[in-house]
């Protein structure tokens, strides 16, 4: 379903429900799944992306999960045409392994540290661990806080929300859609929130061939495209599915690799796309008593948003600061000869 050379996801993300999780969805089918364990700073993504260059070099395809909080870093990989996976197993990232040393093994970079230059620094080490937990508290509150604004200014919409216009489109767009032979449904977010603000990967639009764009500025595209998505799984048309991080019972993306078509809010991709602008679909009349409620609402979810931005920020420092003391506390000379010998393994 839907080749592409370079498919870029999240396997989890930052929301205003707190961190949601699809590696055991997403990773689960895979028929060996090898689970990375260790610490900040021990080489865990480092690894991945040794497995992914050297499948790139055999021409194999890959799709890459980025961490959610820290997009530089990798929270899986899947070796496509050896149906292979690699992913974090070290909290949040939980994937539940269901067959240890049959489907799964497990690879524990974190043998290679040295626990005395560690212990040396382990005071450090509980207060950073303690100032993360505090912050990510925070921030899953603001999360919450910009959920709530998100679910007002919608409420409000839809008291102007043309659905049976919006209906008629959908319908006219559903003939755009081609029935699978075999349907399969894979969330494979778009979108996340982290340490440099809201993150959105351009995958779904570089692997479609049309395109439309949801120009929305009345919170109404997740409506528009949850009852897509509600049709077109009742037609068992296969599709990839993207959730939003601020409300993420609603999509915010969506493609159908029979298609290859794409559906997705805001603007994707400097590649031709057709704008489906939601004003369309709402009433002005009805709207324009709101709007003064509306903007006051935006001002408030503006705010909330920037100071979760310097939060993020704040846990950034205290991140690269952990990973500075596992880089020094580890033997990469040794860590680099085990990652040759699980190359050999994978790919010989």
């Not at 949040?92 to 290679?112: C, R, W």
């Amino acid at each position: 379903m839907g080749k592409s050379a370079n498919e870029v996801y999240f396997a989890g993300m930052n929301t205003a429900q707190g961190f949601l999780s699809w590696f055991n969805e997403i990773f689960g089918g895979c028929k060996k799944i090898y689970v990375i364990k260790g610490g900040p700073g021990t080489g865990k993504s480092r690894l991945m992306n040794d497995i992914a260059d050297q499948a790139g070099k055999l021409g194999f395809e890959t799709e890459k999960f980025l961490c959610s909080s820290d997009p530089c870093s990798l929270d899986g990989l899947i070796v496509k045409d050896l149906d292979i996976a690699v992913v974090d197993g070290t909290a949040p990232h939980v994937y539940e392994p269901s067959a240890v040393g049959l489907k799964e093994k497990i690879v524990d970079v974190s043998a290679f540290l040295d626990p005395e230059k560690l212990g040396i620094h382990s005071d450090e080490i509980n207060a950073l661990l303690s100032a993360k937990s505090r912050k990510y508290k925070t921030i899953y509150s603001y999360l919450k806080v910009l959920g709530i604004y998100d679910n007002e200014i919608n409420t409000v919409c839809k008291n102007a929300f043309l659905e049976d216009k919006a209906g008629k489109n959908i319908t006219k767009l559903l003939r755009l859609l081609k029935k699978s032979e075999t349907y399969e449904k894979r969330i494979l977010p778009r979108s996340a929130v982290g340490f440099d603000g809201e993150i959105v990967l351009g995958t779904y639009a570089a692997m479609a061939e049309k395109r439309y764009a949801l120009a929305d500025i009345c919170g109404l595209s997740g409506d528009f495209l949850q009852k897509l998505l509600k049709i077109t799984d009742d037609k068992k048309i296969s599709v990839y599915v993207s959730y939003s991080p601020f409300s993420p019972s609603k999509p915010d993306a969506l493609f159908y690799p029979e298609s290859k078509t794409a559906f997705y809010t805001g603007s994707e991709s400097d590649s031709e796309e057709t704008v489906i602008n939601m004003r369309r679909f709402v009433d002005d009349k009805k709207l324009r008593p709101y709007k003064p409620h509306l903007r006051a609402l935006q001002r408030l979810r503006n705010g909330a948003q920037q100071q979760m931005e310097i939060d993020f920020k704040a846990i950034k420092r205290l991140h690269m600061r952990l990973e500075e003391i596992y880089t020094g506390a580890m033997n990469f000379e040794d860590k680099e000869k085990f990652t040759e010998d699980i190359l050999m393994e994978i790919f010989d």
